[in-house]
């Protein structure tokens, strides 16, 4: 299936994915609207993470693992591998906020949703036309969308 | 923030955020080297401070919401046409750190730019023009010492003639535009990939500056000029062979009579290695070669450099654009060099005093005229080639300089445009902003290789169809046929002893 893959050797930090993320995970879908309204209202949050350390940097999110170890953590049944499509999907209405996908992801890549007992985890941009905002959105093409 | 120096108070920017668009992502903060966003924990907003930024529009480019402006500072000092602010800027630099100003790029003052007092021809009617889609056009470039005259030998028995006139290596052009001296260092490692990556693509070459070559690149040879210069860093006799053709760095147009000077900040590991120089130490190149102080030595370090490459690569002098440029190119030919490349004042550089880089040396287009001039006065211009540089802008530059007489350019500041430089001028600083004229690995990351390469190349391409479409139009299919073809130009504005120089007619003639 294709992933999104990060490029740590030319990310260059600018977090331009975080806000292609969160505004194509807006209802608006407008980046000042995301971000003046629905980031404090609805807690709208970017399902991927740009980690720091000295000179280098990555972005980071859900990299629907084969084998994902949050799915077998999860005790609600909120998290399934869609055998179809090869991705990680999350039922938002199952979650009861547990954390246990969270403790159990090893990159990382769920967060805690800001101000709701769910989590946010990324769906590959799911039916956006071009797929994942983040790749699309990455000055540096340090995001590649692609089949490995 | 306030209560600064005087001096700090005549900045040249501001930065002009519009709080209707900014929504605090800080992207700005991350992407300025200058530090001049950042986070205010107090007012919880990104803010600024307009003494810090440079005006490189970094941030302005990032920005998601086009929240941004940079714009030259508004107060400016009283109109005084020979007090302009730059002047005093500079005095009052001056008066505090008692030190040369340093500058980087080539000189932003207003000399006369003689290409756009140029016009071109165009065909009509009795030659027609041609038009470049339908029909072949020639770019094809071959760079090196042309024989006089061209002998065959016919073999007795089976009548099949063969060249006998023994060829001098030569460098092969697809189009008449190469990537200029850079040397990695003053450029980081991803760009001088990029460099030789386009190059190879588009059949052309660049040149390493005087840095060396690292070892990863000797795959891309073929494309690959080698240059020594005075400070002979990263030369031995592996790099040498390395290249297809190599060059002597005598001078430079946007500081002719000065050296080098790579600060140690920007010697890393990569840079020594390949330089051979310890980390972190300063990498000076002295102005002048301490082995040439006459045409003679000149000749002995050409030949040295062709029995080092066994006579395989053609040997380039390359020269700044000065007072009696022609006659030292006179002298250059006559010294074995392959090719004569001539670097006008407009050239860009990593750094150069300021006062050298806008005083010093003479627009490329008056040089170049009058080289190609005086070799042809002299009947020796088959004997090299001339490489043209410093300040080609564009297609039309090129083909201006071709018809004046070059056989091919060399794009400096052009290819450093292409990855994304603004001519902020602070390349000596080593924070440049867009990852060029940098080795932080932080920020040299800016520049992707692959994203570079492919804008190179674009860059090229893009050009050598232009040069097509002007060629077809004066009713040429060569290139060949345009060199130093000096009634396909008309000046424009331009007093009789201009024209002479240049060597061609007024407008209207
Ligand atoms: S947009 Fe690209 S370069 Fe910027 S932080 Fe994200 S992955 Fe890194
Ligand atoms: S990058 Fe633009 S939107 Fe983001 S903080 Fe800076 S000015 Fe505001
Ligand atoms: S990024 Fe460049 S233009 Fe923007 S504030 Fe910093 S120095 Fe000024
Ligand atoms: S190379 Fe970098 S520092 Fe130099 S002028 Fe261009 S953008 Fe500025």
Redesign the pocket.
């Known amino acids: 299936m294709k992933r999104v893959y990060p490029d740590k050797e030319y990310c260059i930090g600018c977090h331009l994915c975080e806000v292609a993320c969160i505004t194509a995970h807006s209802k608006s879908k407008d980046v000042i609207i995301a971000f003046r309204e629905e980031q404090g209202k609805d807690g709208l949050t970017a399902c991927k993470k740009v980690f720091e350390k000295g000179d280098i940097c990555v972005a980071i999110s859900c990299r629907h693992c084969d084998e994902p170890s949050c799915v077998a953590a999860c005790i609600s049944g909120g998290l399934h591998k869609d055998p179809e499509t090869g991705r990680t999907v999350y039922d938002r209405e199952k979650c009861v906020g547990c954390w246990s996908c969270l403790m159990a992801c090893p990159y990382g890549a769920i967060k805690r949703h800001p101000t709701e007992n769910k989590i946010v985890k990324c769906d590959l941009c799911e039916g956006r036309e071009g797929g994942p905002a983040c790749v699309a959105a990455c000055p540096n093409q340090a995001l590649k969308y692609e089949e490995r | 923030m306030l209560f600064q120096p005087i001096n700090k108070n005549y900045h040249e920017?501001c930065?002009e955020r519009d709080p209707e668009l900014c929504i605090n992502c800080k992207v700005?903060v991350r992407?300025?080297?200058?530090e001049?966003?950042y986070w205010d924990e107090a007012r919880q907003k990104v803010m600024?401070d307009n003494t810090?930024?440079?005006?490189?529009?970094?941030?302005?480019a990032l920005c998601p919401t086009a929240a941004?402006n940079?714009v030259k500072k508004p107060s400016d000092f009283r109109t005084n046409s020979l007090w302009r602010p730059v002047f005093l800027q500079n005095i009052y630099k001056q008066a505090d750190t008692g030190g040369v100003l340093l500058a980087g790029m080539g000189s932003p003052v207003d000399i006369p730019v003689y290409w756009d007092r140029m016009l071109l021809d165009a065909s009509q009617v009795t030659n027609p023009s041609i038009d470049p889609l339908r029909e072949p056009m020639e770019l094809k470039t071959f760079l090196g010492a042309k024989p006089r005259k061209v002998e065959l030998a016919t073999d007795k028995k089976t009548g099949k003639v063969s060249l006998k006139t023994k060829l001098t290596p030569q460098l092969e052009l697809d189009v008449p535009i190469m990537f200029a001296a850079m040397s990695f260092g003053a450029i980081n490692f991803n760009l001088h990939r990029a460099m030789a990556r386009a190059a190879t693509e588009c059949g052309t070459y660049y040149n390493t500056g005087e840095g060396g070559l690292h070892k990863s690149l000797y795959k891309y040879g073929e494309h690959t000029i080698v240059q020594v210069a005075s400070g002979r860093f990263g030369v031995h006799r592996d790099y040498l062979r390395a290249g297809a053709g190599i060059e002597i760095k005598v001078g430079q147009g946007a500081k002719p009579g000065i050296g080098g000077h790579l600060p140690g900040e920007k010697i890393n590991d990569k840079v020594s290695e390949t330089r051979m120089v310890p980390i972190g130490s300063d990498a000076i190149s002295p102005a002048p070669h301490h082995d040439i102080y006459s045409i003679e030595d000149l000749l002995q370090l050409i030949y040295a450099l062709k029995e080092a490459s066994e006579y395989k690569a053609p040997i380039s002098v390359k020269i700044a654009a000065v007072h009696n440029v022609a006659a030292i190119a006179s002298g250059i030919a006559r010294a074995g060099a392959d090719i004569i490349t001539v670097d006008g004042m407009r050239g860009g550089t990593g750094a150069a005093p300021a006062m050298i880089r806008d005083n010093v040396g003479i627009p490329i287009e008056l040089a170049l005229a009058q080289v190609d001039q005086r070799l042809r006065d002299e009947g020796i211009r088959n004997n090299v080639s001339i490489v043209a540089a410093g300040g080609i802008r564009c297609s039309g530059d090129v083909i201006k300089a071709i018809a004046l007489g070059a056989d091919a350019v060399y794009i400096g500041t052009a290819t450093l445009i292409a990855v994304g430089c603004t001519i902020?001028g602070r390349c000596y600083t080593g924070k440049c902003?867009w990852g060029i004229a940098t080795n932080d690995p932080k920020l040299s990351k800016r520049q992707n290789p692959d994203i570079a390469a492919k804008k190179l190349s674009n860059l090229i391409h893009a050009w050598g169809h232009e040069i097509e479409e002007m060629l077809g139009g004066m009713g040429l299919n060569s290139i060949e046929s345009l060199r130093g073809n000096r009634d396909k130009l008309r000046g424009i504005g331009l007093s009789d002893t201009e024209l002479d120089i240049l060597g061609i007619k007024h407008a209207g003639r």
Not at chain 2, 52 to 60: F, L, N, V
Request: hydrophobic residues 25%; aromatic residues 8%.
């Open positions: 920017f930065i700005c992407q300025c080297s200058y001049a966003h600024h810090k930024c440079i005006g490189c529009h970094r941030c302005e941004l940079i902020c902003p």
